[in-house]
């Protein structure tokens, strides 16, 4: 289970979150849904202690994130996935190489199990033969595969994505939202995704979550929020 | 009055967080967290990008100082100590610092833009996610085959540089080969050899560690990058120069 109680965090003297409290249950998908600049990246870096709140904590599977040394992080980091926006695979490494990292970072797995472990994390993502490309010869939802493929490639149990589905067409959007869906199920993975895009965040989440100006206006499931009294959450679900 | 203060107070704040940078590499090497594949690989990179302009600019360099020298040296009915000056020039400051500069050209140029463009593309963020210290995985590597690569370079500019003053020596100052080598091995002391060469480990650490952190802290997108590129190369540019003169006056306070 993930928990923050209380997050406020500032940079530059302005407010970026303010406030936050958020429950995400073991195995569930919640979406946080916002527009661009509404605070979703900052937050979820802060739920994986890529940064320090001023005020409040997080609290990871039982432990308390918040305060723990980067040292400390590391160790953690390694048993959540992470999907960045635009994919932040390693330019100077070919798709193979990249996803053997975390590998030969973590495990004491030999080469052929690696091999056959990249096959089959490539297979469950829907690409086949692109191990010996780099990413610059690769399509932007092809990018986001491989970034995919490279967040569960070590099996963990919490999965964080950062708008998955920006920059890429309304067909592409849809097959790797199905994707998220799936192989997060797939894996038992707690799940927390950012999006701007309503229509695909109804086809991924079990929860929603409405963040504008660094607060989070609402929380609940499909039917709670779409039938939200408040004016700007109506507003934000009518386009 | 006041941006004087603030500028000041940026300055010595910007100084102390470069400082707890290179603290951390130091901590990193100093426990042993040094990736040998990775090193390799940057030596290789590193080593490939600059050598061929040291080597060309090093081989006219000797060219233009035995021209120039024996010119002058002629007058004096001196023509023979050309090998001195060609030798003992680039040895004892030439070679360290325009290997150096050019080398913070080429290879740091180098270092602070992939660094760069890694950090505007949360490639150094990513590497944290993955549980990975990224200083460890990316800063260590380039800094230690700095330090290995650029002494190198410089002594293969010595040499290179000595070859283009011996071609001059011999063609236009119809010094005798033999008698050219043998001056120049007997004009270059163990002093005046090692009181270039000490230098370029200096300038090495200098080198990647501005090269470095600026890449490391680029933030901006792709103009971000080219900012913070051609500041990393102007500031190893003026620390090279400065710090070389003061390094030659202790140097040469200490060991004549
Ligand atoms: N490193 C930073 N420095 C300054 N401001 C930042 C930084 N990161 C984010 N912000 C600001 O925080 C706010 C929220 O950003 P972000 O979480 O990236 O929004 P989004 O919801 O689009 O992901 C924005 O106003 C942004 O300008
Ligand atoms: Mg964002």
Redesign the interface.
Known sequence: MIKVSGLYKAINGQDILQDINLEVEDGEILVILGQSGAGKSVLL?HL?G?RKPDKGNVVISGVDITNLS?RD??????N?G?L???G?????MDVYENLA??LE??TDLNEGQISQRIKNVLQTVGLEGVEGKYPVELSGGMRKRVALA?AVILNSKILFCDEPTSGLDPIRSRDISDLIRNLSKQLQCTTVVTSHDVANSFRIADRLALIHEGRLIAVGIQGEIASSKDPFVRQFFKN | MKHLIEYIFGFIIGLGNALFFLGEVLAHIVRGHVRIKEVLKQIYEQGIQSIVIIALTSFATGMVLALQGYLMLERFGAKEYVAHLVALSLVRELSPVFGALIFSGKAGAKMAA?LG??SV???V??T??????PVEFLIVPRMVAAFFVLPILVVLSEVLGIAGGYIVGISEANIPGSFYLNRTLAAVGYVDFFSGFIKTFFFAILIGWVCCYQGFKTRGGSLGVGRFTTRAVAFSYILIVLSNALLTKIILTLWG
């Open positions: 870096q994986m890529l980067e992080l590391l160790r953690v980091r390694k959540i992470y960045f926006q635009e932040a695979l390693y330019d100077f990292f975390p970072e973590h490279r | 992939e463009s890694m593309n949360d490639q963020l990513a944290r996610t993955m549980g990975v210290d």
